[in-house]
């Protein structure tokens, strides 16, 4: 069975290609194509596709705010975003509200595909050169190791955190309530003395780099 796609885009030019592109890979069905974020947001209420790919900067409402009204309306819809260009407060907005994965349009043509066959099987995806953009975020480099300072819950909490979920998917991961996610995120802040996901992603990419 086709996963069902929305896609939203206010370049018409674009939006037929990114249709056409997702349309040769034969798994996916498109069930629209929206020129603005106010339209989209709309289809994806009357349509619920799977998977929804937004571009970050559209009229009405952007990327970003479609993003956060479907995980403040629960709609089971993945998110992706398309963009040409994204700020490390942008992802860390985009990861805060749920964000499945992020492509950038100067490789959308290699990079779109692969991402959604990833959602599709239920995994978060972002492209190397973001990765590197959280890692921005970081001041300075941790004087001890997450290891040393966290527990165990807290550490793999730590990792799922940097893959970009949710605090809802970061519990049904660990098999918790998103409460006790959220408390476990409150000490773990308050142990590295940070204050956004952002930061925490950035420490523990920084440290897999210096550990590999």
């Not at 605090?167 to 142990?191: D, F, M, P, Q």
Request: proline residues 4%.
């Amino acid at each position: 069975m086709k996963s069902t796609v929305l896609i939203a885009d206010d370049h018409p030019l674009l939006l037929q290609a990114l249709a056409e592109l997702v349309r040769s890979a034969g798994a996916f069905e498109i069930v629209e194509a929206s020129p603005d974020g106010l339209q989209a947001l709309e289809k994806i209420g009357t349509h619920q596709p799977d998977i929804a790919i937004l571009d970050l900067v559209m009229p009405n409402l952007t990327g970003l705010d479609v993003l956060r009204n479907v995980t403040e309306r629960q709609w089971p819809v993945r998110v992706i975003l398309l963009t040409a260009s994204i700020s490390p407060q942008q992802i860390e907005e985009a990861m805060r509200w749920g964000v499945w994965g992020i492509v950038l349009k100067d490789a959308a043509t290699e990079d779109l595909i692969e991402c959604l066959i990833e959602v599709a099987d239920g995994n978060k995806w972002l492209p190397e050169k973001i990765v590197k953009q959280i890692g921005a975020v970081a001041d300075e480099q941790p004087a001890a190791s997450l290891a040393a300072c966290l527990t165990q819950r807290e550490l793999e909490i730590a990792h799922l955190v940097a893959q970009g979920l949710s605090n809802r998917h970061i519990a049904e991961k660990v098999a918790s309530a998103e409460g006790t996610v959220s408390i476990h995120l409150h000490n773990i802040y308050r142990k590295l003395d940070i204050n956004s996901r952002a930061r925490l992603a950035a420490l523990v990419a920084r440290e897999a780099e210096l550990g590999s």
